[in-house]
């Protein structure tokens, strides 16, 4: 992979990041109960920490970074997403939140597999595990709104 190429990857990476974040944020807003503002406020704080670590990658000199230049990134494949809304009902924003988060675990997992250096391997390795962290927080979430018969009281 060329460092041009990288370049554009975490770039792409970053708006993600900064989408994600502005959701998170504009939710965290717009909700009532405490357990959830807090949950997106923390959720919009850790995309914003991720968007600063990637920057931190970027501000370095990508050329260092070595992948398998044989293999298809697949980084256009993915089906469109829809655009975050605020205004969206909250079962549907918990679905894209989710969907989110796991097209960013997989492109991290991903780019962790194809890194040639252990240094690249480790840094989208815990940006993979960030976000499946976030993923099984809000899955939780959905869960017990969704199917509100399943919840213990």
Same mark, same amino acid.
């Given at each position: 992979?060329?460092?041009?190429?990288?370049?554009?990857? /975490?770039?792409?990476? /970053?708006?993600?990041?900064?989408?994600?974040?502005?959701?998170? +944020?504009?939710?965290?807003?717009?909700?009532?109960?405490?357990?959830?503002?807090?949950?997106?406020?923390?959720?919009?704080?850790?995309?914003?920490? +991720?968007?600063?670590?990637?920057?931190? !990658?970027?501000?370095?000199?990508?050329?260092?970074?070595?992948?398998?230049?044989?293999?298809?990134?697949?980084?256009?494949?993915?089906?469109?997403?829809?655009?975050?809304? !605020?205004?969206?009902?909250?079962?549907?924003?918990?679905?894209?939140?989710?969907?989110?988060?796991?097209?960013?675990?997989?492109?991290?997992?991903?780019?962790?597999?194809?890194?040639?250096?252990?240094?690249?391997?480790?840094?989208?390795?815990?940006?993979?595990?960030?976000?499946?962290? +976030?993923?099984?927080?809000?899955?939780? /979430?959905?869960?017990?709104?969704?199917?509100?018969?399943?919840?213990?009281?």
């Amino acid at each position: 992979m060329k460092s041009e190429d990288a370049k554009k990857i /975490i770039k792409d990476a /970053i708006d993600k990041e900064i989408e994600a974040y502005t959701f998170y +944020h504009g939710i965290a807003g717009k909700v009532k109960d405490k357990v959830l503002k807090d949950l997106f406020t923390e959720l919009a704080g850790e995309e914003k920490k +991720h968007r600063e670590f990637l920057q931190g !990658v970027l501000d370095k000199d990508v050329a260092k970074m070595k992948f398998d230049p044989s293999h298809d990134y697949k980084v256009g494949d993915n089906l469109p997403t829809p655009d975050l809304k !605020v205004d969206m009902k909250p079962l549907e924003g918990l679905v894209v939140a989710i969907k989110k988060e796991l097209q960013a675990m997989q492109m991290y997992t991903q780019l962790a597999k194809l890194s040639k250096d252990t240094e690249t391997q480790l840094l989208f390795s815990q940006l993979a595990n960030m976000e499946r962290s +976030h993923k099984a927080r809000l899955e939780d /979430i959905y869960t017990n709104m969704a199917f509100p018969e399943n919840v213990w009281v």
